[in-house]
């Protein structure tokens, strides 16, 4: 990933846009992407009214700027990444890091393609385009090592903050040629303009784009043992905010695991 946190101008940006977050202690401000983020947030609505709170959703399809939205306190917190995305900011911003408050949700993401229907048909020098995000690429290297189609060397940290593609891979018998140059938010673009081979998207995405992770693709990540789980970030000192704390209690309830069971049929799994 870039390091695109240049947080002075961002942060002079995002409250031109936001306004500073809200001082009114029922009211809790929540960034987050579209599917499934902000629908479980709907669905959390009516909850936190009857413990006496508003939520006021921000929804996004960029990446990058809720993190420092929050760091500039411009919200109370946001919801849209994994923990190695959160890792990769805090690295990159030691002076603005942030904290994970909830654990919610895993959204597997998946492997699809225009023209073939199984691993099997996919031909030798096949294009595969990963989003330019550092964080998801040892990820999809995993999901194409589960399928068979490549090999990783010993050792190799998937969720390294540093990941390397080209050192990450033992074997490529298929002799896939990776393209990284497509923003998240525009695979599923790429795919329906049939930019490439093989496309390997994250679950959000596709979901916005009316498909289903399920069916539509041709391989999908396994759900055990994950450790891309889509978290609640805050900042470390509002960790014990009345506020959070009663975010956090109903989106890790029952409630709102059955919700995303039977809305999301697998495509998305609670944590």
Do not use: W
């Not at 890792?87 to 993401?109: C, S, T």
């Not at 998207?201 to 990540?221: A, K, M, R």
């Amino acid at each position: 990933m870039k390091k695109i946190f240049i947080l002075g101008t961002l942060f002079f940006t995002l409250i031109t846009l936001f306004g500073c977050s809200s001082s009114d202690d029922t009211e809790i401000e929540v960034i987050a992407t579209q599917l499934p983020h902000a629908e479980i947030l709907e669905f959390a609505r009516p909850i936190l009214e009857e413990k006496g709170y508003t939520l006021k959703i921000t929804t996004t399809s960029d990446y990058y700027f809720p993190n420092p939205a929050i760091a500039a306190k411009d919200a109370d917190a946001n919801y849209f990444q994994h923990i190695p995305f959160l890792d990769l900011y805090n690295e990159n911003n030691p002076d603005f890091q942030l904290v994970v408050a909830a654990r919610v949700h895993i959204e597997p993401i998946g492997l699809y393609a225009n023209e073939y229907e199984s691993l099997a048909e996919i031909p030798n020098g096949a294009e595969v385009l990963l989003s330019n995000s550092i964080s998801d690429h040892g990820r999809a290297l995993n999901l194409l090592a589960s399928a068979g189609l490549i090999t990783l060397k010993n050792g190799v940290d998937i969720t390294a903050s540093n990941f390397n593609i080209s050192e990450a891979i033992e074997t490529n018998p298929k002799n896939l040629v990776f393209r990284t140059d497509v923003a998240p938010d525009f695979m599923i673009s790429a795919y329906q303009n049939e930019e490439a081979d093989l496309y390997i998207i994250n679950s959000n995405y596709v979901l916005e784009g009316g498909l289903d992770p399920l069916t539509d693709s041709i391989f999908i990540e396994a759900t055990d043992n994950n450790p891309y789980v889509n978290v609640v970030a805050v900042r470390e000192d509002r960790l014990e905010d009345p506020k959070i704390l009663a975010l956090v209690e109903v989106l890790e309830s029952e409630a709102v695991k059955a919700f995303i069971l039977e809305t999301y049929g697998g495509a998305v799994i609670p944590s």
